[in-house]
């Protein structure tokens, strides 16, 4: 079952080796871009080659032999879902719960992703061309923290999805119909308690589907699944908005709470199988040097156009060097 993963990172209260701790700061990722990529379906990106380490300091050499060895059969797979959610029923419906211990970095987060949105709706959904109500899905949404700070703000309505029963109810209690947060034209509408990797979206409903620190949840083969369900769920111009952690390279599986954390490439591919394209991105800034490096993926199903890019009369005038 898919699980709320809030803003992970081996701490000293969530791993006891230190040692370990500098491994998993040396493995996060710390470049800043925006730009628009494409991966056409057969291009094979050589990261799902590379290694990766789980919380206990043990090297896999690949994705393919960590997932055998954790979801290769359907009991095995069963297991894993489970021992996620188990996870997650043991921790308290706040905000320090969900955010490992790290409340303070929410309001970095919504800052970061607000500015990121902002961009996203501006060139996607102009003001001045929307002539129906912007719907939003905030999946792994728990207590409903980002819905509650971040998208109910700039969307008609929003729909949470979240496993774990004690999350979804504090933010049914907070957001539900009785709540004053809700106004006739920002609300926070369906709350379905159900696994990411079981969930089918309502055809044509939603503009934006916003993904945020659960996607580590699933297996390979689930995230290529959900992605191509959710696709249905999109209106025409939709797209995805995934924010996750990042390792350098390979991935480092936390043996606790049963999720992986992904390189930048091993994303791409994943987007790749899914039939994806990255639309922008966008690097979190302001959070703990312990912690993962975060970015954020405006991923649609279209092909994004390329910009012209023509140079300036002082530019193509610059004398060159002459080979």
Not at 53 to 77: I, V, Y
Not at 202 to 220: A, F, K, N, P
């Amino acid at each position: 079952m898919k699980v709320m993963k809030a803003n992970w990172a081996f701490s000293n209260r969530e791993c006891s080796v230190i040692g370990f701790l500098r491994t998993c700061v040396s493995l996060s990722s710390g470049s800043s871009h925006r730009c628009s990529v494409s991966f056409p379906p057969n291009r094979r990106i050589r990261c799902m080659d590379a290694a990766g380490l789980d919380s206990d300091g043990r090297e896999f050499k690949s994705p393919d032999e960590m997932w055998t060895e954790q979801a290769g059969d359907p009991n095995k797979k069963t297991l894993w879902y489970r021992n996620g959610v188990s996870y997650w029923e043991g921790v308290e419906a706040s905000m320090d719960g969900v955010l490992g211990g790290f409340a303070n970095v929410n309001e970095p987060d919504i800052k970061c992703s607000e500015e990121f949105l902002k961009i996203i709706l501006s060139e996607r959904f102009p003001a001045d061309a929307r002539h129906q109500p912007l719907v939003a899905l905030d999946c792994g949404s728990g207590i409903g923290r980002i819905t509650k700070n971040l998208l109910i703000r700039h969307f008609n309505e929003v729909d949470l999805l979240e496993p774990v029963s004690h999350f979804l109810e504090a933010a049914r209690q907070t957001l539900g119909p009785e709540n004053h947060m809700n106004s006739d034209t920002h609300k926070a509408v369906n709350f379905y308690c159900v696994p990411l990797q079981d969930f089918t979206p309502e055809s044509g409903r939603y503009d934006v589907i916003w993904i945020q620190w659960c996607i580590g949840h699933l297996t390979d083969d689930d995230f290529v699944s959900f992605f191509k369900r959710a696709k249905v769920g999109l209106k025409p111009g939709g797209l995805f908005i995934l924010k996750e952690n990042l390792a350098r390279s390979g991935f480092v599986l936390d043996n606790e709470d049963r999720s992986v954390t992904r390189s930048d490439l091993y994303f791409k591919e994943l987007f790749s199988r899914c039939g994806l394209h990255v639309y922008k991105s966008k690097d979190q800034r302001g959070f703990p040097e312990e912690l993962f490096a975060v970015k954020m993926y405006a991923l649609t199903t279209d092909v994004p156009k390329k910009v012209n890019r023509t140079r300036s009369k002082s530019q193509a005038n610059r004398p060159r060097i002459i080979k």
